[in-house]
């Protein structure tokens, strides 16, 4: 079966840009999950759902994060008035329920110019 | 809260021999462990997981890791490395609280394998 994947793989826009990363969940996996990760840094969680409820988004940096997943499959990461500290690897990840282990994505790689 | 230390930045070792990346993790609460690897621009694999029971754990690609309550430890091992493990590994723990909580991820260790 298909894993975890994540549209686009590269992002290339300039400060100031708005930018949606879309993830797609293995099929029938209730739990999702957003990182974030840095040039030689291990992954920072950012927000997950369980169902179509944001269950935890204590990670999100700031109010120009926000994520979506409205039908409890796919989930998109927004970034309003991107700066250039937003650049990172963004992995997705999801699992049956939330205390099974995750599948990561490859991650989209955001670069802000 | 939960943190996750990896001790070595970077672990540079001759293929076939032994390897021990280590991990010291800290919390308040239980926990689940795990391995993940990573190949360049590609996303985390898992290389294996402690939920409970057996200290010892053994996954893929002939590894294994202990759970060392007491040192609060799980260092990771193989006996003998091929070049194809080259590659980032992060160590992530994960709270017990009521459910599951999203990982926490070590900064990585780099293993790189020398011919």
């Known amino acids: 079966g298909a894993g975890v994947s994540q549209t686009p793989s590269n992002k290339v826009t300039e400060k100031g840009k708005y930018v949606e990363l879309r993830c797609d969940p293995i099929s029938g996996h209730t739990a999702l999950y957003w990182y974030r990760q840095s040039l030689g840094q291990g992954p920072e969680f950012l927000i997950y759902f369980q169902g179509t409820g944001a269950a935890d988004d204590s990670g999100l940096p700031n109010d120009r994060f926000f994520a979506v997943r409205p039908e409890g499959s796919v989930s998109t990461l927004k970034i309003q008035r991107t700066e250039r500290g937003d650049s990172a690897v963004y992995l997705c990840?999801?699992?049956?329920?939330?205390?099974?282990?995750?599948?990561f994505g490859d991650g989209t790689r955001l670069s802000i110019l | 809260a939960q943190s996750v230390t990896q001790l070595d930045s970077q672990v540079p070792v001759f293929e076939e021999a032994p390897v021990e990346l280590r991990c010291n993790y800290s919390?308040?609460?239980?926990?689940?462990l795990f391995w993940y690897v990573q190949y360049p621009n590609q996303g985390l694999q898992l290389l294996l997981k402690y939920l409970s029971g057996s200290t010892l754990v053994k996954g893929i690609n002939g590894f294994e890791a202990e759970f060392n309550k007491s040192q609060t430890s799980f260092h990771l091992r193989k006996p003998s490395v091929h070049i194809s493990d080259t590659a980032e590994y992060f160590c992530a723990v994960s709270g017990l609280n009521s459910g599951n909580t999203p990982l926490v991820f070590g900064k990585g260790t780099r293993l790189s394998v020398i011919a």
């Open positions: 990840a999801s699992s049956l329920d939330l205390s099974q282990p995750q599948h």
């Open positions: 919390s308040s609460v239980s926990v689940y």
